[in-house]
């Protein structure tokens, strides 16, 4: 059974720094691109940055290019997403996000539970 | 980036209604488009790939159809379980939009 374990959330002040985990089981980790994907409260689902499962390329959606960072550890199964220079509308659930395939233009075929980073002072 | 048009943004209907959802891309998508379903508090699950494909266990009653810029996700009887947010999801590229959801509810 896939499962996909989100960890790091929480509050942060504007401007400040967050690391969110995600423990991925139940396939093989290395093999498939990983996602992260975002909702702000009440709001639709917003696309944050892909790393493909075949040579770790990354992609970032432009409202975060230059302050979150992704990255794999393929030898424990997890999903990193660092995240500086936090502003509010950074507030929202956090889902880790497995894609169907190795290439990243893809979709989502197991989600997460998602965790909650709220950014305010 | 592609922009995705979710119509309506929310639907009303009864048991049993045959129901429609409506995705328009700003530019060709070819058949790259998947469907989500997202109930309150929960993370999305995969309904439809590729426009049409049904993902392993869900209902027959929900369809998808169409392709470039046009794409349709059908709830041929709708039943109390499927009170939810739909979303579409284009892949066409590694740069994801989805549509802006649309809220289905049961009279």
């Known amino acids: 059974e896939v499962q996909l374990l989100e960890s790091g959330g929480g509050l942060v002040q504007p401007g400040g720094s967050l690391r969110l985990s995600c423990a991925a089981s139940?396939?093989?980790?290395?093999?498939?691109?990983m996602s992260w994907v975002r909702q702000a409260p009440g709001k639709g689902l917003e696309w944050v940055s892909t790393?493909?499962?075949?040579?770790?390329?990354?992609y970032y959606a432009d409202s975060v290019k230059g302050r979150f960072t992704l990255s794999r550890d393929n030898s424990k199964n997890t999903l990193y997403l660092q995240m500086n220079s936090l502003r509010a509308e950074d507030t929202a659930v956090y889902y880790c996000?497995?894609?169907?395939?190795?290439?990243?233009?893809?979709?989502?075929?197991?989600w997460g539970q998602g965790t909650l980073v709220t950014v305010s002072s | 980036d592609i922009q995705m048009t979710q119509s309506p943004s929310t639907l009303s209907a009864s048991v049993g209604d045959r129901v429609t959802i409506t995705c328009r891309a700003s530019q060709s998508i070819s058949t790259w488009l998947a469907w989500y379903q997202q109930k309150p508090g929960k993370a999305p699950k995969l309904l439809i790939y590729?426009?049409?494909s049904l993902e392993s266990g869900v209902p027959s009653r929900f369809s998808g159809s169409g392709s470039g810029t046009e794409v349709t996700l059908t709830i041929s009887s709708l039943q109390p379980d499927d009170s939810a947010t739909y979303y579409c999801q284009q892949y066409n590229s590694y740069s994801w939009t989805f549509g802006q959801g649309t809220k289905v509810e049961i009279k």
């Open positions: 996000a497995k894609l169907k395939w190795p290439i990243v233009a893809t979709f989502v075929d197991y």
């Open positions: 139940g396939f093989t980790f290395s093999s498939y691109a």
């Open positions: 790393i493909s499962g075949s040579d770790g390329s990354t």
């Open positions: 590729k426009a049409s």
